[in-house]
């Protein structure tokens, strides 16, 4: 959710830098801020200067008037400020001073903004310590800045260069350096970047959207994943992963149309379903250990109190619960109930005042839902917590505690980003949980967190099984009818695999346990009908093996979405994708990644509106 706008100009940039921010305010921020370069505009010396501020952007406008800040080089930024407390501290940019105690007392030589989230942050912070450099915030962009300048020789490019290779994780990051007035450095990976090229050619920008230029430029360059671009006046360079010269398409985009936001997606269901590694990397945000004030003040003795939790959700927000049931009864040792939301508030249960309710919404409107929450506490039950988009909504703003997720604006009426980013959230309340139950050791934590570092980029990796799932869809788009197999936490991965391709593709589709087969389903199983099953490498795979003989018996075709040890093969009537790694506990959040492409390249192939599904809402605030 996070805001980035840079420029290079031979005019005073600052007011396009401020009104970008402003244009991404949607995205949700606490901090916002800009820095210029002061010679930029020609005069013959000064630094960089810099304003910051934890309220709103237009307090940003104010700041920089009062403080005369002028500058034809500059970036901006809006952010999440979960490294630490919001304060302005933690708010980009970000200057390096270079080392020594007094540092701070010197006149900043780099000037960073960055989304995303860097895993290896600490290992680097310890080696630029070693090295003196002195750390004022809890952020890891901060590193990033310190990096650079300690690789700095004469050459801003060379120093970024230099500093990538050393980081690992996802990133969008615009740089420059006070020797060098009239140059801005960006770079991506797994975080969006956008490039600006301004009227006549003579200015050059970045953004991580296109509508942060509305107004400025309608010509845009979607810079590509692991691209390095190198901005000064009048004049761009785009290299490769590689490090290779390259050359983008300029495309004309209107940034008030959908287009704009659309980018080099046919659909926003594409383009959300491509976001999920920065989406990910967003929510995860700051999270630099596992507390219950990751929940809010007093989480901690709430989570002690209660001893069973109940979770209310409806449809995709529904299935995100149900994998939660797994992990919260599995590592947290916490009896975990879920219960459809519309179901629950019109049945009589037995109400235990030591539950915690937890509510799952993306809009934080949906009807069901609050009402479901509102029965709830009508019953005395109340320690409430919701997994929520928009922080606010009615829900954040009725429920005692909250982890709002940083999907980002969803448009597409299909969840994708959203459900993935509720199940991080979820992951993190398990593990809050254990450890306040004392089911969860140093270690354990240790190797989670590793685990959810990695996410962004494990993402990525899937999504490039793209073509492989367009040519599944190829079968599927003459098909009405599909089964989903699952078991454990891939069976509720199953379930919203089915919904998905139900939702936009209007075939009929099904997802079963996969052991309940032989207790109904399999009656159904023929070639027409497509079985696709989720099979990672876990402990109930065996079982799944025998499961999906079962299918070939009986004539059934096999669409297996298979971990690279698992020795399934393709076959005759066997179709098998395999996932670029095993992801133990946290698998259910990388497979259905896949099962969102199905769904979507089918309903491509068949025609149907995938964003606007018929007779379905994106946010349903009615009963």
């Known amino acids: 959710m996070c805001g980035i706008v840079g420029a290079v100009s031979s005019r005073n940039i600052v007011p396009i830098l401020v009104q970008g921010l402003q244009r991404l305010e949607y995205r949700g921020y606490d901090s916002c801020g800009v820095a210029v370069h002061a010679a930029s505009l020609g005069a013959k010396q000064g630094g960089l200067q810099r304003a910051r501020s934890t309220a709103r952007v237009s307090e940003l406008m104010t700041q920089v008037a009062d403080d005369h800040i002028e500058g034809g080089t500059g970036i901006a930024h809006?952010?999440?400020a979960t490294h630490g407390v919001p304060a302005v501290h933690n708010a980009h940019p970000h200057f390096s001073h270079g080392p020594g105690a007094d540092a701070d007392q010197r006149p900043g030589r780099v000037a960073l903004v960055h989304n995303g989230i860097i895993e290896n942050h600490d290992e680097l912070r310890a080696e630029l310590q070693a090295k003196g450099y002195v750390f004022h915030s809890q952020t890891d962009t901060e590193v990033i800045a310190h990096l650079v300048d300690s690789?700095?020789?004469?050459?801003?490019?060379?120093?970024?260069?230099?500093?990538?290779?050393?980081?690992?994780?996802?990133?969008?990051?615009?740089?420059?350096?006070?020797?060098?007035?009239?140059?801005?450095?960006?770079?991506?990976?797994?975080?969006?970047?956008?490039?600006?090229?301004?009227?006549?050619?003579?200015?050059?920008?970045?953004?991580?959207?296109?509508?942060?230029?509305?107004?400025v430029t309608d010509q845009i360059v979607y810079l590509e994943e692991g691209d390095l671009v190198d901005l000064q006046l009048?004049?761009?360079?785009?290299?490769?992963?590689?490090?290779?010269?390259?050359?983008?398409?300029?495309?004309?985009?209107?940034?008030?149309?959908?287009?704009?936001?659309?980018?080099?997606?046919?659909?926003?269901?594409?383009k959300e379903i491509f976001e999920q590694p920065r989406a990910i990397a967003d929510t995860l945000e700051g999270v630099e250990g596992i507390v219950p004030e990751l929940f809010g003040d007093g989480a901690y003795s709430v989570f002690k109190a209660i001893d069973n939790v109940l979770i209310?959700?409806?449809?995709?927000?529904?299935?995100?619960?149900?994998?939660?049931?797994?992990?919260?009864?599995?590592?947290?040792?916490?009896?975990?109930q879920v219960e459809i939301a519309s179901e629950y508030r019109y049945r009589d249960s037995v109400p235990n005042p030591k539950t915690l309710v937890v509510t799952i919404t993306q809009s934080g409107e949906t009807a069901d839902t609050l009402a479901a929450l509102r029965h709830a506490q009508s019953l005395g039950l109340t320690h409430t917590l919701t997994i929520c988009n928009v922080a606010t909504s009615a829900m954040v703003r009725e429920c005692q505690l909250a982890y709002v997720?940083?999907?980002?604006?969803?448009?597409?009426?299909?969840?994708?980003?959203?459900?993935t980013t509720q199940l991080a959230g979820l992951f993190l309340l398990t593990l809050a949980l254990a450890q306040t139950k004392g089911h969860l050791?140093?270690?354990?934590?240790?190797?989670?967190?590793?685990?959810?570092?990695?996410?962004?980029?494990?993402?990525?990796?899937?999504?490039?099984?793209?073509?492989?799932?367009?040519?599944?869809?190829?079968?599927?788009?003459?098909?009405?009818?599909?089964?989903?197999?699952?078991?454990?936490?891939?069976?509720?991965?199953?379930?919203?695999?089915?919904?998905?391709?139900?939702?936009?593709?209007?075939?009929?589709?099904?997802?079963?346990?996969?052991?309940?087969?032989?207790?109904?389903?399999?009656?159904?199983?023929?070639?027409?009908?497509?079985?696709?099953?989720?099979a990672p490498n876990d402990a109930l795979l065996e079982k799944l093996k025998s499961n999906m003989q079962e299918v070939r018996a009986r004539g059934g075709v096999l669409y297996v979405l298979a971990d690279g040890d698992t020795q399934i093969q393709s076959s005759e009537g066997v179709h098998v994708i395999r996932m670029p790694e095993h992801y133990g506990v946290l698998s259910p959040i990388l497979h259905v990644v896949p099962l969102q492409l199905l769904a979507y390249h089918t309903a491509c192939a068949r025609g149907t509106d995938v964003d606007k599904p018929r007779n379905l809402a994106k946010s349903v605030t009615v009963e």
């Open 78 to 80: 809006t952010r999440w």
């Open 151 to 215: 690789l700095y020789n004469g050459d801003i490019f060379e120093a970024v260069k230099a500093a990538l290779a050393h980081l690992t994780g996802a990133y969008a990051i615009a740089v420059f350096h006070k020797d060098e007035p009239h140059r801005v450095i960006g770079a991506r990976a797994g975080s969006p970047l956008i490039l600006g090229v301004g009227q006549d050619g003579a200015e050059t920008f970045l953004a991580s959207d296109a509508m942060a230029l509305a107004g």
């Open 234 to 270: 009048g004049k761009y360079w785009v290299f490769d992963k590689a490090r290779q010269p390259v050359t983008r398409v300029v495309k004309t985009v209107h940034a008030h149309s959908g287009a704009a936001e659309l980018g080099p997606y046919r659909h926003y269901m594409q």
């Open 312 to 336: 209310l959700a409806c449809g995709t927000s529904y299935y995100s619960g149900c994998v939660a049931k797994y992990w919260i009864e599995a590592i947290a040792k916490v009896p975990c």
């Open 405 to 419: 997720t940083r999907a980002g604006a969803e448009i597409g009426v299909a969840s994708t980003k959203a459900f």
């Open 441 to 534: 050791s140093d270690a354990q934590e240790a190797q989670h967190l590793k685990a959810m570092r990695h996410l962004p980029a494990a993402l990525q990796a899937v999504l490039s099984l793209e073509p492989q799932l367009i040519a599944w869809a190829q079968d599927f788009a003459s098909k009405e009818n599909a089964l989903f197999l699952g078991r454990g936490t891939h069976y509720p991965i199953a379930l919203e695999g089915a919904l998905k391709l139900k939702e936009i593709t209007y075939i009929h589709a099904e997802a079963y346990a996969a052991g309940e087969l032989k207790h109904g389903p399999l009656a159904l199983v023929t070639s027409a009908m497509p079985v696709v099953t989720v």
